[in-house]
């Protein structure tokens, strides 16, 4: 924030800061002479911006009710809506910064959420994201739950599965007492098998020391019910390295918990004293250690191989993405697994199934099954196109910031620099996906560099044009998806170079064969 606050006064360029920083902040140096909207001010961005323009310095920053949910936004993705259930949180971690910016629980109404869902499943949304501090959270302040929530929401959703619903984060304390009713939710098929589950260390006495109010047994608790009730069940979860306080034997008891649940997604992070907080006047791990436990752990979580096993088998897929390399679509399972097929941009928008081909560390590829395309008929879009490079999500309840309710950033060092996408902790490019200190790119890497980019255009959902599209789709390969237009160029060459050869033939025989003329 601090550079590219620099690089804009260095060009004399107007600059407006929001969010959670100059909300929690608002004392920065860096801050001083620059407009700052909160986080309850957003309706007020373009007033702020116009002010700001005409050389004015702007200060919004108290707080007010909770902005509406209809406000006009241009999708980052057309396919999908980020829909934020409430803000704040109930917890008071001792090394959060992020409830001073956003402050105590404050939820919407089921109404209004229900409202919006219906709005943007019109408007031909495929994939819902709840977004929150703390999802579990949700409703306690206005005497309701999530799973009310959640049941009146799937309500809504088309029975045709065009339109999937995921569940943001949740801390184990809020969603305990739910269990079963969350994994009701879980099953159901318009809703990805997948939570995010932050534990961020599986020590008692280092939970204790961040105030997390759960213990290690409650969040086996938590993932063991959900793995056991529900099929397919994926779950993510967070680690803070080298917290204030935490031992060898504390750090032992955090890479034996990994080992034992083979998580998928683990974002790992490095502890940072953020100023304010209880956590950073205590006495520090020296950082050299807090490097070599990251490392350690990062180590492990790569060692795991959780997609084996799926080669050769069926999966369900909807479809919302393009990868980066420009030939490969981004597809999620029931389960929110990653998978890479080859398969024309009209299919964008669609659910498939796909049979795995193969299987890497960071994802899975497939090829897409003829016959088995579900499309629906779009609404006309009003919005604008999307913007080309998209950055998590993962997840993004997907951006590092978002991925905790207490705002640590949960990736590793290397990792917080990355943009949206699976990628490997230590790997110095960014790359887009689901936010996990390590999600994809190598062949392996081949497969962690497909970072995703924004869908843009207008995308083809008819049934009619879909299934002409499928005969063609295991005949696409990087050449004829770039550049269309080179087999016809080469043939059309063929052809009239064979045209004149056939023409000078056919002249000379007939100079030959005629007799002369006196």
């Known amino acids: 924030m601090t550079t590219l606050i620099s690089k804009s006064k260095n060009a004399n360029k107007p600059l407006v800061v929001a969010g959670c920083v100059p909300q929690g902040s608002r004392d920065l140096k860096e801050l001083e002479g620059i ?23 702007v200060r919004l920053l108290s707080r007010k ?33 992020t409830k001073h910016a956003r402050g105590h629980l404050g939820s919407y109404t089921i109404e209004s959420l229900v409202d919006r869902v219906k709005i943007v499943v019109s408007e031909g949304v495929r994939e819902i994201w709840l977004s929150s501090e703390d999802t579990g959270a949700y409703g306690r302040d206005i005497g309701t739950n999530l799973p009310n929530l959640l049941n009146a929401i799937v309500a809504e959703l088309p029975a045709d599965r065009s339109t999937m619903l995921r569940i943001g984060m ?40 961040m105030n997390r109010e ?47 649940y083979e998580f998928p997604q683990v974002h790992i992070s490095q502890f940072y004293p953020r100023p304010g907080t209880p956590a950073a006047r205590m006495k520090k791990v020296p950082s050299v250690e807090v490097k070599n436990r990251s490392r350690e752990l990062t180590s492990v979580f790569e060692s795991f191989s959780p997609y084996k096993g799926m080669e050769g088998k069926v999966e369900r ?16 399972t029931k389960g929110y697994i990653q998978v890479l097929v080859i398969a024309p941009d009209s ?22 099954i003829e016959g088995s395309i579900v499309a629906k008929e779009t609404h006309k879009e009003n919005h604008t196109d999307l913007q080309e490079e998209y950055r998590p999500s993962q997840v993004e309840e997907a951006t590092c910031c978002a991925a905790d ?22 790997d110095p490019n960014p790359s887009n996906g689901p936010q996990i200190c390590g ?80």
């Not at 897929?317 to 999620?332: C, R």
């Not at 299919?347 to 897409?368: H, N």
Request: charged share 20%.
């Open 405 to 426: 309710s207490c705002g640590v950033c949960a990736c590793s060092d290397a990792a917080q620099q990355r943009g949206s996408g699976p990628q490997r902790p230590e």
């Open 170 to 209: 949740t801390n184990p304390p809020f969603i305990l007492e739910h269990l079963k009713e969350i994994a009701s939710v879980l099953c159901h098929p318009c809703v990805y098998s997948f939570l995010h589950v932050p534990v961020q260390s599986g020590s008692d006495a280092v939970l204790t020391a």
């Open 347 to 368: 299919m964008l928008g669609t659910s498939a199934d796909v049979k795995i081909t193969s299987v890497g560390r960071w994802s899975v590829f497939g090829e897409v």
């Open 35 to 57: 407009s700052v909207i909160g986080v309850q001010q957003i309706d007020r961005v373009v007033e702020v911006v116009e002010e700001t323009l005409k050389g004015h310095e």
């Open 65 to 97: 009710t909770l902005p509406s949910l209809d406000l006009p936004k241009v999708r980052k993705n057309k396919f999908i809506e980020i829909l934020p259930i409430n803000v704040g949180c109930l917890g008071a971690c001792t090394y959060c910064k």
């Open 439 to 518: 999600d994809v790119t190598r062949q392996e890497a081949a497969q962690s560099k497909l970072v995703r980019r924004n869908v843009g255009g207008t995308v083809k959902n008819n049934e009619t044009d879909t299934a002409k599209l499928v005969g063609k789709i295991q005949q696409l390969d990087v050449a004829t998806r770039r550049f269309p237009t080179v087999d016809t160029i080469l043939w059309g060459g063929l052809a009239v170079s064979f045209a004149t050869t056939v023409a000078l033939v056919v002249l000379l025989a007939y100079k030959i064969s005629s007799p002369p003329s006196y």
């Open 214 to 260: 759960y213990t290690v047994s409650e969040f086996r608790r938590v993932v063991d019910t959900l793995c056991e009730l529900v099929p397919g069940m994926q779950i993510a979860t967070d680690i803070i390295c080298g917290f204030p306080g935490e031992t060898d034997e504390d750090f032992s008891q955090t890479v034996n918990l990994v080992k034992e």
């Open 317 to 332: 897929i909807w479809i919302t993405e393009i990868a980066t390399d420009g030939v490969h679509l981004v597809g999620h």
